[in-house]
T-cell receptor, first 114, second 114 residues
Framework: DVKVTQSSRYLVKRTGEKVFLECVQD?????MFWYRQDPGLGLRLIYF???????EKGDIPEGYSVSREKKERFSLILESASTNQTSMYLC?????????????FGPGTRLTVT | AQSVTQLGSHVSVSEGALVLLRCNYS??????LFWYVQYPNQGLQLLLK??????LVKGINGFEAEFKKSETSFHLTKPSAHMRDAAEYFC????????????FGSGTQLTVLP
């Protein structure tokens, strides 16, 4: 089974702090994604990566950056956390090649910024 | 740009009743379509996907969905609801040309009444 893990299930940070969210997948997938989930808005794509050291902006990249130094690990960075970044963050991965493949999701990190 | 519309942010059904969750997409060519389920405090789990092999797709937990090109719809159904089906359901679409990315609907919260 594909396994996608996220470093924390719950996180509380203060405004202005630098926040790191980490995601690891164990299926050698090329593509990895970061979404945020807010009530009534569904999932919105923040960034994705299709290879090591490669990244592309999604729909809402402002206030976020990412890092992918190893194939299995994709990190989301909030340079200076703000209260409007309080949300559920979901990581996902999918292999390249089979364009019909679904994305596999981690359990999510619920981040609260106070 | 693609979009997905899920009609009804909240749906309530009685245990044993038919479940119908609606999803309409906008795309110039038939896309790949997915239904995911999210149980409380968990990540997203794939229920089923349409990749053009058959218009009626059967998924896990007794769910199925029918792709109707003329109506640009991919509604999710289950003949008889169980209490354990209470969850949030997301419809998603991907472009065949760039199937690494998914566009999600805003979600439908299903409540099952005893």
């Amino acid at each position: 089974d594909v396994k996608v893990t996220q470093s924390s299930r719950y996180l509380v940070k203060r405004t202005g702090e630098k926040v790191f969210l980490e995601c690891v997948q164990d299926m050698d997938h090329e593509n990895m994604f970061w979404y945020r989930q807010d009530p009534g808005l569904g999932l919105r794509l923040i960034y994705f990566s299709y290879d090591v050291k490669m990244k592309e902006k999604g729909d809402i990249p402002e206030g976020y950056s990412v890092s992918r130094e190893k194939k299995e690990r994709f990190s989301l960075i909030l340079e200076s956390a703000s209260t409007n970044q309080t949300s559920m963050y979901l990581c996902a991965s999918t292999p390249s090649g089979r364009t019909s493949s679904e994305q596999y999701f981690g359990p999510g990190t619920r981040l609260t910024v106070t | 740009a693609q979009s997905v519309t899920q009609l009804g942010s909240h749906v309530s059904v009685s245990e044993g009743a038919l479940v119908l969750l609606r999803c309409n997409y906008s795309s110039s060519v038939p896309p790949y379509l997915f239904w995911y389920v999210q149980y409380p405090n968990q990540g997203l789990q794939l229920l089923l996907k349409y990749t053009s092999a058959a218009t009626l797709v059967k998924g896990i937990n007794g769910f199925e969905a029918e792709f109707k090109k003329s109506e640009t719809s991919f509604h999710l159904t289950k003949p008889s609801a169980h209490m354990r089906d209470a969850a949030e359901y997301f419809c998603a679409v991907s472009d065949r040309g760039s199937a690494r990315q998914l566009t999600f609907g805003s979600g439908t919260q299903l409540t099952v009444l005893p």
